[in-house]
């Protein structure tokens, strides 16, 4: 039985994603939960919306996906609470956590029901997302900063104990030793090895979906750009097709092989930093100031055709923002050649070299079965045998055309990450070239019609570190009423705790480069 | 070990030109006698503190480690503790869950320091402002030298703005 069989009302949304929409009641939230937990699909994103202007009600809605099925499904609530679903989806618990820090909204019958994404910055019975509980000039005021020896007694956090002999805690952030972005780590170990981690986020929330409810539908691109500047391409991409399935419009064919083009040199160029990174961590700075100078020259590659190294604001709501300069073929050609033969020779010695191996190898394992059961995904997940790519299994245009080979491993350990990692990169060269061969010509954008009050629109992208999902719902004008968007960090993050467990201290580093998750995408 | 060594050999001396200072850069004038900037001419610790940043700007603070730059050249290194630092390093919007973080980390920064704030976020708070969790620039939460615009800036804009925060002003 497939999601489409359930006993609900279905409309199939335009855009660039196969999608079905349907609304249920709580019982039926949860037979569908059980439903798609038991046929192998997953929790793409858990998110919720104040509607309580137009219907008076506040609605939870959940995005699933089967490997041949993507669903977004409402639930409208009767009051502030809705059913737990972490207990099929542990990836929920955090999403419910956060649903309540933001919206009020509870998840009854869950497990877990600290606050989470709220540290001391509003208090407890304000919560940002209502319409009814900021305006903008309250924003700012209403909520002054207290005297600075005051927060720690205000952001009391439960950290779950571990006791026993010897046991002892080494608290980690949030501001931490190396150029990375702040979180605090709970560590609990004995000697060496650790018995606990407990991650604490939240540190970077700046009130983004928030912001969003300021924007109108083009200026909001810039922002999507800007949840995880890593993933700019993949942000933009997600967040445009979202609008552009809400406007019901579709982008011509030369700004969609475009995007992906952008989306494969965005992966690129992230891979490269990380095997640079991953190399650096396990003692070899050779690697780094290897693959820090290809990472420039695709970085430099980026500001010559597309005018950002980053690639931010290129992709826009209707197509993409400039146009590939004729020159760009060669160059692109040119480029992938030369990776190409000094990414195989860097493969190289990383594969043969006896000390790097060491650390990697059999280094923060996640094995497949825990992988399928908490819910790894994207490029993590992939080196722990899951195979979801949104680009293989529910492709989009032009990767309908370009019939993506997914890398995937069995192995779960750092060394796993890094191979797939060198598997990606080899992929999207191929791919790079297929897109500059083909490339059709014409125009680069749409015009975007204004869509009516109250539409949905979903993007959904597989960018370098997982899939990027955004769910967007319009307001009057053209204006932004709710956005959601969601990292694949979301599901990733829980997984690094279990990662680490039987590990020494001094791998953390390395794992955590392995993973190399988004703290800015998680907090939103 | 050989194919490593050939490697190496083969890709040379990658090192380009460093930029000047830009005194267009500074937001406060001055604030360390010439005698102090002198000392930290070719020996300088910074300490990077990322306050709520998109991590467009961690991007390129990490590329400086790229060949091509190579700040270490300059006696410039990035230290691993406040302690041990000479200069601050902060991306932002500061958000207030990361207020009293920095504020610490810029008090355990012994004196005399310096503070360069990196990107349009960190100079102005950018796209995401002011808000219920967001308190904007960096000189609203801890005093700022030398700020650097950009969305995120280049490694050069990064190396300018660093090198002008020790560079004594032209009278």
């Known amino acids: 039985m497939s999601i489409v069989d359930f006993d609900m009302a279905f409309d199939t949304l335009d855009g660039a994603v196969n999608i079905h929409r349907g609304q249920v009641d709580a019982t039926l939230w949860r037979t569908l939960c059980v439903h798609v937990a038991a046929s192998g699909g997953r929790l793409v994103a858990l998110w919720g919306s104040d509607q309580t202007q137009h219907t008076g009600r506040y609605a939870v809605h959940a995005a699933f996906a089967t490997d041949a099925e993507f669903a977004v499904i409402t639930l409208p609530l009767e009051g502030a609470s809705y059913p737990d679903t972490s207990d099929m989806f542990p990836v929920a618990i955090r999403m419910q956590r956060a649903l309540h820090d933001l919206l009020g909204l509870s998840a009854t019958g869950a497990v877990d029901d600290r606050k989470w994404l709220r540290h001391a910055a509003w208090p407890a019975d304000v919560y940002p997302l209502r319409k009814s509980s900021m305006d903008e000039s309250t924003q700012v005021s209403d909520f002054k900063q207290k005297n600075i020896d005051d927060v720690p007694a205000l952001d009391a956090y439960p950290f779950i104990p571990v006791a026993g002999d010897g046991v002892h805690e080494i608290p980690v952030g949030p501001v931490h030793a190396g150029t990375i972005e702040p979180g605090h780590f709970r560590f609990s170990i004995v000697g060496e090895r650790v018995l606990r981690l407990e991650q604490r986020l939240g540190y970077k929330h700046k009130?983004?979906?928030?912001?969003?409810?300021?924007?109108?539908?083009?200026?909001?691109?810039?922002?999507?750009?800007?949840?995880?500047?890593?993933?700019?391409?993949?942000?933009?991409?997600?967040?445009?097709?979202?609008?552009?399935?809400?406007?019901?419009?579709?982008?011509p064919p030369r700004a969609l092989w475009l995007r992906a083009l952008l989306l494969e040199r965005e992966r690129i160029a992230?891979?490269?930093?990380?095997?640079?990174?991953?190399?650096?961590?396990?003692?070899?700075?050779?690697?780094?100031?290897?693959?820090?100078?290809?990472?420039?020259?695709?970085?430099?590659?980026?500001?010559?055709?597309?005018?950002?190294?980053?690639?931010?604001?290129?992709?826009?709501?209707?197509?993409?923002?400039?146009?590939?300069?004729?020159?760009?073929?060669?160059?692109?050609?040119?480029?992938?050649?030369?990776?190409?033969?000094?990414?195989?020779?860097?493969?190289?010695?990383?594969?043969?070299?006896?000390?790097?191996?060491?650390?990697?190898?059999d280094c923060g394992r996640v094995t497949p079965d825990l992988a399928a059961r908490l819910g790894l995904i994207g490029q993590a997940g992939?080196?722990?045998?899951?195979?979801?790519?949104?680009?293989?299994?529910?492709p989009c245009a032009p990767y309908r055309e370009l019939d993506v080979r997914m890398a995937t491993h069995q192995g779960g350990d750092v060394a796993a990450r890094v191979a797939v990692r060198f598997a990606e990169i080899t992929e999207s060269i191929r791919l790079l070239r297929l897109i500059v061969d083909r490339l059709p010509l014409g125009e680069i954008a749409s015009p975007v019609p204004t869509?009516?009050?109250?539409?949905?629109?979903?993007?959904?992208?597989?960018?370098?570190?997982?899939?990027?999902?955004?769910?967007?719902?319009?307001?009057?004008?053209?204006?932004?009423?709710?956005?959601?968007?969601?990292?694949?960090?979301?599901?990733?993050?829980?997984?690094?705790?279990?990662?680490?467990?039987?590990?020494?201290?001094?791998d953390f580093p390395l794992i955590n480069k392995s993973f190399n998750l988004s703290y800015a995408g998680q907090d939103l | 070990m050989f194919q490593l060594l050939r490697q190496v050999v083969k890709t040379g001396i990658k090192t380009e030109a460093y930029p000047q200072p830009d005194d267009a850069l500074r937001v406060t004038l001055d604030r360390l006698q010439a005698a102090v900037l002198e000392r930290f001419h070719g020996s300088l610790a910074i300490r990077h503190v990322d306050a709520g940043s998109c991590n467009g700007c961690e991007l390129e603070i990490n590329q400086l480690n790229c060949p091509y730059y190579n700040l270490?050249?300059?006696?410039?290194?990035?230290?691993?503790?406040?302690?041990?630092?000479?200069?601050?390093?902060?991306?932002?919007?500061?958000?207030?869950?990361?207020e009293v973080a920095l504020?610490?980390?810029y008090d355990a920064t012994p004196d005399p320091k310096l503070v360069v704030a990196v990107g349009d976020c960190g100079c102005t708070g950018g796209i995401f402002g002011e808000n219920y969790a967001s308190r904007g620039r960096v000189s609203n939460v801890i005093p700022v030298d030398v700020a650097v615009p950009g969305c995120p800036p280049t490694p050069v804009a990064l190396m300018q703005g660093i090198l002008t925060a020790i560079a004594v002003k032209k009278t």
């Open chain 1, 207 to 251: 009130g983004i979906e928030k912001r969003f409810e300021q924007m109108d539908l083009m200026h909001g691109a810039k922002l999507a750009a800007r949840v995880s500047g890593d993933s700019a391409a993949a942000f933009g991409w997600a967040y445009a097709m979202a609008v552009e399935s809400a406007a019901g419009v579709t982008p």
């Open chain 1, 382 to 394: 992939r080196a722990s045998g899951q195979a979801w790519d949104v680009r293989v299994t529910h």
């Open chain 2, 72 to 98: 270490e050249g300059l006696g410039i290194k990035f230290v691993a503790s406040p302690r041990h630092a000479d200069m601050l390093l902060v991306t932002g919007p500061v958000s207030r869950h990361m």
């Open chain 1, 270 to 361: 992230n891979h490269l930093g990380d095997l640079g990174f991953l190399g650096n961590d396990a003692g070899l700075a050779f690697g780094l100031s290897q693959f820090l100078i290809l990472k420039e020259d695709v970085l430099r590659l980026n500001q010559a055709l597309f005018d950002h190294r980053y690639l931010m604001d290129v992709i826009v709501p209707g197509g993409v923002a400039r146009d590939f300069p004729d020159d760009g073929v060669t160059r692109v050609r040119d480029e992938c050649s030369r990776l190409e033969e000094v990414v195989q020779r860097l493969k190289h010695i990383y594969d043969e070299h006896a000390g790097l191996q060491d650390r990697f190898v």
């Open chain 1, 451 to 506: 869509p009516p009050e109250g539409k949905l629109g979903i993007g959904w992208v597989e960018g370098w570190r997982g899939d990027v999902f955004v769910a967007l719902e319009t307001a009057r004008d053209g204006r932004i009423a709710r956005l959601h968007p969601r990292d694949p960090s979301w599901h990733n993050w829980p997984l690094l705790e279990h990662a680490i467990l039987g590990n020494i201290v001094p």
């Open chain 2, 103 to 105: 504020k610490r980390t």
